[in-house]
T-cell receptor, first 111, second 117 residues
Framework: RKEVEQDPGPFNVPEGATVAFNCTYS??????FFWYRQDCRKEPKLLMS???SGNEDGRFTAQLNRASQYISLLIRDSKLSDSATYLC????????????FGTGTRLKVLA | GAVVSQHPSWVICKSGTSVKIECRSL??????MFWYRQFPKQSLMLMAT?????????EQGVEKDKFLINHASLTLSTLTVTSAHPEDSSFYIC?????????????FGEGSRLTVL
């Protein structure tokens, strides 16, 4: 089993749609969780950190479920510019700064 | 946010040559930097963790003598691909964590696209 798993997609959605991605992780002691966005042939950029209580940033909402060991990302009112690959990143246990990346979920927002 | 700069962005070289990639943290000190490699349509794979003033920690399957890492200062890490071959062609990305931030996110350089002919 991979340490961090994501559905690779692609998710093709119309503009204005709501779309959700899940990411599961295998290490129950993982400490930190992030969603990054990566555009084609570019470096990943932080979209948002994921907190235990859940957090929202504009149209984006992230949730963490420690019991089931998954994090989620919800995008409301999708824009064409949201088309990208969304990477789930999990940081290792205390004492190590190893960050594990999921394979990414590709999103295409269609006009 | 914190800035990590990587250079060069693109490099094309002949098989057998060595290529050096630099990664700099511009507005923070980074005792640890991470080097990743990404092949087309695949995720980032951690190659090694670069530690300032000490040896890098390599992931399983990554050849130390092939990918030389030097972290000589708190703001600079270099990756040298020695005797590069076409199979080394990839997107190499460095990242660092700003320890002054509680949030713990990684900041990435712009990446270096290596093509070995």
């Amino acid at each position: 089993r991979k340490e961090v798993e994501q559905d690779p997609g692609p998710f093709n959605v119309p503009e204005g749609a709501t779309v959700a991605f899940n990411c599961t992780y295998s290490n129950s002691a993982s400490q930190s969780f992030f969603w990054y966005r990566q555009d084609c042939r570019k470096e990943p950029k932080l979209l948002m950190s994921v907190y235990s209580s859940g957090n929202e940033d504009g149209r984006f909402t992230a949730q963490l479920n420690r019991a089931s060991q998954y994090i989620s990302l919800l995008i409301r009112d999708s824009k064409l510019s949201d088309s990208a690959t969304y990477l789930c990143v999990v940081r290792g246990t205390s004492g190590t700064y190893k960050y594990i990346f999921g394979t990414g979920t590709r999103l295409k927002v269609l006009a | 946010g914190a800035v990590v700069s990587q250079h060069p962005s693109w490099v094309i070289c002949k098989s057998g040559t060595s290529v050096k990639i630099e990664c700099r943290s511009l507005d923070f000190q980074a005792t640890t930097m991470f080097w990743y490699r990404q092949f087309p349509k695949q995720s980032l794979m951690l190659m090694a963790t670069s530690n300032e003033g000490s040896k890098a920690t390599y992931e399983q399957g990554v050849e130390k003598d092939k990918f030389l890492i030097n972290h000589a200062s708190l703001t600079l890490s270099t990756l040298t691909v020695t005797s590069a071959h076409p199979e080394d062609s990839s997107f190499y990305i460095c990242s660092a964590r700003d320890l002054g931030r509680v949030s713990g996110e990684l900041f990435f350089g712009e990446g270096s696209r290596l093509t070995v002919l």
